[in-house]
């Protein structure tokens, strides 16, 4: 991906993990509760195979969608 889709992505990004602060369900692992932020970020390197930073810029619409997916379903 190039520089400034990386960049709008991460904004994204972060606008997300802003809308599912305090959404996501408690796990034992996160006593203090999970990050939004990285859910995001993880969620999408799980789905793309590659981190945010190296998807096809061809597949940026589908991340975005993606992103719009995990805020309805943030399981």
Do not use: T
């Amino acid at each position: 991906m190039n520089k400034e889709n990386a960049s709008k992505l991460w904004k994204i990004i972060q606008e997300a993990g802003d809308y599912l602060e305090g959404q996501l369900p408690e796990h034992p692992n996160h006593p203090k509760g999970r990050n939004p932020y990285a859910h995001i970020a993880l969620s999408i390197k799980n789905r793309f195979k590659v981190s945010y930073k190296d998807i096809d810029n061809s597949k940026l619409k589908d991340v975005l969608n993606y992103i719009e997916a995990l805020k309805k379903n943030p399981n």
